[in-house]
């Protein structure tokens, strides 16, 4: 894996933990509603395995994921990028939701580069 400076390590645990609070309030919400959870409950399963393997490489912790659970997190984390890329794209420079942007798509990049490392192995 390519070398991430300790800026970046935090930033890209942080951005993940906060989108797992945010999917984790969606479900709840959703789950409330009656609505379909299916893709939500996809999305979050696949955060956590990618939060998991970043801390797996980077804090030497281990992890319980089958090889199975990686390739799944892995073709939604990637499935993700389009249009997480695309909201970038549309928002404005320098404002916050851009920022925020900028540190989800390089921790989504890094959770996948993790899961690919990995599954290597």
């Excluded at 906060?18 to 789950?31: F, H, R, V």
């Excluded at 609505?35 to 939060?51: C, D, E, F, M, Q």
């Excluded at 549309?90 to 942007?101: C, E, F, H, N, V």
């Amino acid at each position: 894996m390519e070398y991430v400076s300790t800026k970046d390590k935090l930033e890209s645990i942080k951005s993940l933990q906060s989108t797992i609070g945010k999917l984790e309030s969606a479900l709840s919400q959703m789950t409330l509603k009656g609505a379909n959870t299916t893709l939500v409950k996809k999305r979050l399963k696949a955060i956590y395995v990618g939060l998991a393997l970043l801390d797996n490489v980077w804090n030497q912790k281990t992890n319980n994921y089958t090889l199975e659970d990686l390739v799944g997190a892995r073709k939604v984390l990637a499935g993700l990028l389009p249009t997480i890329e695309n909201s970038y794209a549309k928002s404005k420079a320098g404002s916050p939701q851009r920022t925020l942007l900028e540190r989800r798509i390089k921790a989504l990049e890094l959770a996948v580069q993790a899961i690919d490392n990995h599954s290597s192995r």
